[in-house]
């Protein structure tokens, strides 16, 4: 069975960058930096410094590098996530544009052919190709057998792998009476701005493997930092078609394991 490290994140032997030995020359120890921001963002200087093995001040060199080039911004956390006294530490994360340098191979022509594909077979072709793609992702998981709070959390994981095998940098973590799956990159996002059922079709998939109704709270096709689907893992009562995922993306700070990015 595919699973993410604690839930939340790949090992380090399978393309993580957290590991120290990652890092060596200032263009690797900036894409170490870049990768960390795209997996694990928003996240703090200090969280960086600490998982890299790098001195603060050479971080913070490399992120008013990339801030002035547009490709990460920071914003100030959330009061609630602040441990101790002082200001609250600031948080870095990609922006779109940061995002969009990581590789968006192939999309004037994807975006073409899936445009013809349309013309000669409507609509409807196109989502066939939309639910053909997201089910080629999710190849050899098998539904959940259950719907209980292990396995449905088992199995969310198990899609976040095949989603980053898929170059989607995908997580999970907990989060109140459910769990997200977070694709933190999107290797299609331009295309799916105009071809929205390429993202439906990813959702469609979620509910097939998990047997429960999910819901997508953000997409980084409309301009969110993170696709983030809210998966609950309370069984509902019957004749209930509800769930109390919540209205919004819960901030990363939550996580099971913590990244550093509550404090500085």
């Known amino acids: 069975m595919r699973r993410n490290d604690e839930g939340a994140g790949r090992k380090a032997d399978a393309g993580s960058v957290a590991a120290p030995a990652t890092v060596g020359g200032e263009g690797h120890t900036r894409a170490a930096i870049v990768q960390l921001l795209l997996e694990e963002g928003p996240i703090t200087a200090t969280a960086i410094g600490n998982r890299l093995g790098l001195a603060p001040a050479g971080v913070r060199r490399h992120l008013d590098a990339l801030i002035d080039s547009g490709q990460a911004r920071a914003g100030r956390s959330a009061p609630w996530q602040q441990k101790g006294r002082g200001r609250p530490a600031k948080q870095y994360q990609l922006t779109a544009a940061g995002r969009g340098k990581l590789g968006h191979a192939y999309d004037d022509l994807a975006g073409a052919a899936i445009r013809q594909l349309g013309e000669i077979g409507g609509e409807q072709a196109i989502t066939e190709f939309a639910r053909k793609r997201a089910r080629t992702i999710v190849a050899g998981i098998e539904p959940?057998?259950?719907?209980?709070?292990?396995?449905?959390?088992?199995?969310?994981?198990?899609?976040?792998?095949?989603?980053?095998?898929?170059?989607?940098?995908?997580?999970?973590?907990?989060?109140?009476?459910?769990?997200?799956?977070?694709?933190?990159?999107?290797?299609?996002?331009?295309?799916?701005?105009?071809?929205?059922?390429?993202?439906?079709?990813?959702?469609?998939?979620?509910?097939?493997?998990?047997?429960?109704?999910?819901?997508?709270?953000?997409?980084?096709?409309?301009?969110?930092?993170?696709?983030?689907?809210?998966?609950?893992?309370?069984v509902l009562p019957a004749g209930r078609t509800d769930t109390s995922a919540p209205t919004a993306a819960q901030p990363a700070a939550v996580r099971t394991n913590d990244s550093g990015r509550s404090a500085e």
């Open 144 to 234: 959940v057998g259950e719907h209980t709070t292990e396995q449905t959390t088992a199995k969310a994981e198990e899609i976040a792998e095949a989603f980053t095998d898929a170059g989607f940098a995908a997580t999970t973590r907990k989060v109140g009476t459910g769990v997200q799956i977070c694709q933190h990159h999107c290797p299609v996002a331009h295309v799916a701005e105009e071809f929205p059922q390429l993202c439906a079709a990813e959702l469609e998939a979620f509910r097939e493997l998990l047997g429960t109704h999910v819901q997508r709270l953000a997409t980084i096709a409309n301009g969110d930092c993170a696709c983030t689907t809210h998966v609950p893992l309370l």
